[in-house]
């Protein structure tokens, strides 16, 4: 009754799969990448193992950036269909990478399309221009004075999430009045405009490089002469499409800084070092940088004398900020905070070599450490499998707006010839880290020998219960429903015996669940007490969803009188914003929201315990109305795969640090990362879960009318009145009833799942065939129900060719 092994064979599951999809697969877009410092780690076993991870939120193409000290190397492609993605990007980085050279820097991408088509062109990395050169003006280390360099000049960027709008006025503009939000295709004929070349490829994230190519301008003239004409002509008010002089003025512009800084000496040179290291004082600093913008300004008035004095001087003193101060972290967020969408972005350049920038805007991003590398990803469990999960030293989870500039610790700063060297190691120090340079919003550190993890906010992976243990067992070759399969008996038990265990995080959750739905702990004189319009809401999407209606059934059978609402998250989200209003015109009805009627679906929201089901945690529907439900005053719960999860640290408020207490307020199955497309191994992990759920839910239930609810037609069970407050919360079984269903429920686990899925016969000198035989008949007969109207479509199409051929009817007569 409570405990369904719907999805019980592997023939059945495959042909079911469509439904009971991923959650984890909707995001799409995946990011991952490693920066090498030693030669201990091999870069394509780490990269295989995280993109095999990576996968599930898209494989149709994938491509890489990688960065050494002298070179840097693009490669992308489209997987064909049956081809392990994870198998494709590690042969490709060893037919391609194949220097022992360190640092290294890998910026990886997997993608499934959304906004363009799944060809080579418009899949990540992305770059404007991938043929440009430029030429850049650096301090020499031996003679300290300025050298100019003709080099290759690329800006690449790696995007999961949606680009939909750019706040050109705000970025360029200067004040926060000045608001001029602009869609993706004006962006795009502003920015061929700007960069002289048409966007390369379709989508939103090709926009978003144009973007960084313009605003990353550190060490060269040309390209901050770009950035400076652009700002004055946003700031003026101009069309830049009537600005035929532009390319002349820049090449002008730049030509004069160039020969400014080749003329000073070395000890004006250093003085301008050490200021962008932060030493000098920002009244120094202005002074200096303001001769430089009256020199340039000065060997300006003959070339540009159309555009008269105060436009002159604006565009030098743009174009000077730009050269000293727009580097790649600066240019980044400058970026995000214009930008409209959601962003798990990793940016790269061909002028600051092994140097990545990692931010997280609304998108999953984490950075871990370890003896000689750094690595990031969108999802956390690629941090802990293979030979990287087992060198984890620990982990930093990006929180929304995050920008973190990751570099080796002896990388040169653009104009710099100072280099910043790490410390040796001590025991739990960040110094294990071997010679990496992270830095965020606050003052420039670099990871030294005196250094702690809490400096950077990084949690400690070993001996953490709270975080997801090293994976070893996620290879994608051979039978991987079949491997899942033969994991789930001894899975299912493990959880049935966590809510055995007073101890255990389920069991812990399992009564703070309880207390909550039933108000067990709130004293009778709190203003909390307050009766709520809804008891239970369980939100989920597709798999979850579904689980979730079964079980929500099982507890109004248990406990009738609870108001129990099961929602799909997307219902949720559109209920609880203004997308409900827009959708249905202000006229929102009982059907649409699915929430009582005769209120607000946030008043509704209001003081009900929410169930958010989904198995990776991070499925952005319920992710989403997890907050949104958190907002209206819901006390949420959720149930996940894993304790390590986003809606973990993002809704729950679970922090991942070591000895950090347990939130109370999520159940896992511990069924961790579940790569075969049938849901097999999740989906009876989430039935036997609430199942036991279940019976803690019914072991607590009060056995007195409680004031839970306030919904029309309630009565006073006392006799009195109808006061539309008291409801008679208690369960419909009986200690003894309890007992049996856990014995049955017991049975199920421990014994038929073995059954199903082993294939024992319960008596071995029958001949009758086993129950995974069975189902597996079952299973075999209704594929080829589902699959006779094609064949017999073959068929027909094979005959018809055939005869028509021949010029005759093969058969005449039967």
């Not at 693009?74 to 081809?83: F, H, I, Q």
């Not at 004189?525 to 999407?541: C, E, F, K, N, Y």
């Amino acid at each position: 009754f409570f405990f369904r092994l719907d999805t019980r064979v592997r023939s059945v599951l495959s042909l079911t799969s469509t439904r009971a999809r991923k959650e984890g697969r909707r995001s799409m877009c995946g990011n991952l990448g490693l920066l090498l410092l030693t030669g201990e780690l091999s870069a394509s076993e780490a990269l295989e193992a995280m993109a095999r991870v990576t996968s599930m939120r898209g494989a149709q193409s994938f491509g890489f950036a990688a960065s050494t000290p002298k070179r840097l190397r693009l490669y992308k492609a489209v997987v064909p269909k049956r081809v392990d993605v994870a198998v494709a990007l590690k042969r490709a980085f060893q037919s391609r990478i194949r220097s022992s050279k360190r640092p290294l820097a890998v910026a990886c991408h997997l993608r499934f399309a959304t906004s363009s088509t799944t060809t080579r062109r418009d899949a990540h990395p992305h770059v404007w221009d991938a043929k440009k050169t430029s030429t850049v003006v650096t301090i020499h280390p031996q003679s300290l004075i300025f050298k100019a360099h003709q080099v290759s000049r690329a800006t690449v960027v790696t995007h999961n999430g949606d680009f939909e709008a750019f706040d050109l006025g705000r970025c360029f503009g200067g004040n926060n009045k000045d608001k001029k939000v602009v869609s993706l295709e004006r962006l795009r004929t502003w920015l061929h405009a700007h960069l002289g070349s048409p966007a390369p490829s379709k989508g939103d994230s090709i926009v978003a490089a144009g973007l960084l190519e313009l605003l990353f301008t550190m060490g060269d003239p040309d390209a901050s002469a770009r950035l400076a004409v652009a700002t004055l002509e946003v700031r003026d008010g101009q069309d830049v499409t009537t600005k035929t002089k532009r390319v002349a003025t820049v090449r002008s512009v730049g030509a004069a800084i160039q020969r400014v800084l080749l003329r000073l000496s070395s000890s004006i040179c250093c003085d301008l070092s050490v200021t962008l290291n932060g030493d000098l004082s920002s009244e120094t600093r202005s002074r200096r940088m303001n001769r430089l913008s009256e020199a340039v300004a000065e060997e300006l008035q003959s070339s540009l004398v159309d555009h008269g004095e105060a436009w002159v001087a604006a565009v030098a003193k743009e174009t000077v900020r730009n050269f000293f101060e727009a580097d790649l972290r600066g240019a980044t967020r400058r970026f995000l905070r214009h930008a409209r969408g959601s962003f798990g972005l990793v940016v790269a350049s061909s002028l600051a070599p092994g140097i990545l920038v990692v931010a997280s805007v609304k998108q999953p991003m984490q950075v871990g450490l370890g003896p000689g590398f750094v690595a990031y990803a969108s999802e956390r469990a690629a941090l802990h499998v293979g030979p990287l999960g087992e060198k984890l030293t620990a982990r930093r989870l990006l929180k929304d707006g995050d920008v973190l500039w990751i570099a080796p610790a002896s990388a040169q700063r653009t104009l710099s010839q100072e280099t910043h060297q790490c410390g040796g190691g001590g025991a739990g120090g960040a110094a294990d880290i071997a010679g990496a340079s992270i830095h965020d919003d606050r003052p420039f550190r670099v990871l030294s020998q005196s250094s702690t993890l809490e400096d950077f906010d990084f949690d400690a992976v070993e001996g953490n219960p709270l975080m997801m243990p090293r994976l070893t067992n996620l290879g994608g070759k051979g039978d991987v429903v079949g491997r899942e399969l033969a994991e789930t008996p001894a899975l299912l038990q493990k959880i049935r015996d966590s809510f055995r265990d007073p101890s255990s995080f389920n069991a812990k959750t399992a009564e703070a669940f309880a207390d909550a739905l039933f108000l067990l702990h709130t004293p009778s004189s709190s203003s909390q007490t307050t009766p709520r319009l809804l008891d239970l809401l369980i939100v989920g999407v597709e798999a979850s969803l579904w689980v979730g209606e079964q079980w929500a059934a099982n507890v109004r059978s248990v406990i009738p009188k609870l108001r129990v609402r099961v929602l799909s998250a997307n219902k949720v989200l559109a209920s609880l914003t203004a997308v409900a209003f827009d959708a249905t015109c202000g006229a929102q009805t009982q059907g649409f929201t699915a929430f009582p009627s005769g209120t607000t679906p946030a008043d509704a929201a209001k003081g009900a315990v929410a169930l958010v089901v989904s198995h990776s945690g991070q499925t952005f529907p319920s992710l989403n109305a997890a907050r949104a439900l958190r907002r209206a005053g819901s006390r949420v719960f959720a149930v996940a795969g894993s304790q390590d999860t986003v809606i973990a640290s993002d809704v729950l408020d679970q922090s991942f640090a070591p000895k950090a207490p347990h939130s109370t307020r999520l159940f896992s199955t511990e069924a961790g990362i579940c790569l075969a497309e049938a849901a097999s191994k999740s989906t009876a992990a989430l039935h036997v879960l609430l199942t036991e759920l279940l019976f803690a839910v019914a072991a607590k239930a009060p056995k007195t009318p409680s004031s839970l609810s306030l919904w029309p037609g309630a009565q006073n069970h006392g006799g009195g009145e109808d006061t539309g407050q008291k409801i008679l919360a208690k369960s419909t079984l009986l200690p003894n009833d309890l007992a049996d269903l856990r014995s049955l429920h017991d049975a199920s686990v421990d014994v038929n799942v073995g059954l199903i899925i082993q294939g024992k016969k319960t008596n071995k000198s029958s001949s009758s065939s086993s129950p995974r035989d069975e189902a597996v008949a079952q299973g075999r007969r209704w594929g080829n129900h589902v699959a006779e109207p094609f064949l017999c479509f073959l068929a027909a199409t094979a005959y018809v060719l055939a005869t028509v051929t021949a010029g005759t009817p093969l058969v005449r007569k039967l």
